[in-house]
């Protein structure tokens, strides 16, 4: 079964950074797509960035590009977002997400698995 489990979340000021983590078991995950999501009170999930695991191709919203990168440690088997430049409007519960996505890489449809989420909060 798989399982996804997120960390790294926290409370900072605006400008500032954080790195996410998902840990992922339960299978191998080459032929996967890795997503970040991120879903703000009152509004829906958002797309936020995707890695293919298998050659590591990446995705990313306009609004996080060149502030935010994702990555994988093939080794660990785990997902990181490292998220720097931060603003309040990035204030959210993030989840990571999992599975075979053969359509959008952006639709969260496409994926079966999630974690638990992180909170972040950005302060102005």
């Known amino acids: 079964q798989v399982q996804l489990v997120e960390s790294g979340g926290g409370l900072v000021q605006a400008g500032g950074s954080l790195r996410l983590s998902c840990a992922a078991s339960g299978r191998t995950f080459s032929g996967y797509a890795m997503g970040w999501f991120r879903q703000a009170p009152g509004k829906e999930r958002e797309f936020v960035a995707a890695?293919?695991?298998?050659?590591?191709?990446?995705y990313y919203a306009d609004s996080v590009k060149g502030r935010f990168t994702i990555s994988r440690d093939n080794a660990k088997n785990t997902v990181y977002l490292q998220m720097n430049s931060l603003k309040p409007e990035d204030t959210a519960v993030y989840y990571c997400?999992?599975?075979?996505?053969?359509?959008?890489?952006?639709?969260?449809?496409?994926?079966?698995?999630w974690g638990q989420g992180t909170q972040v909060t950005v302060s102005s």
């Open positions: 890695i293919r695991w298998s050659g590591g191709i990446t």
């Open positions: 997400s999992a599975d075979r996505v053969r359509g959008p890489i952006s639709d969260s449809r496409g994926y079966d698995y």
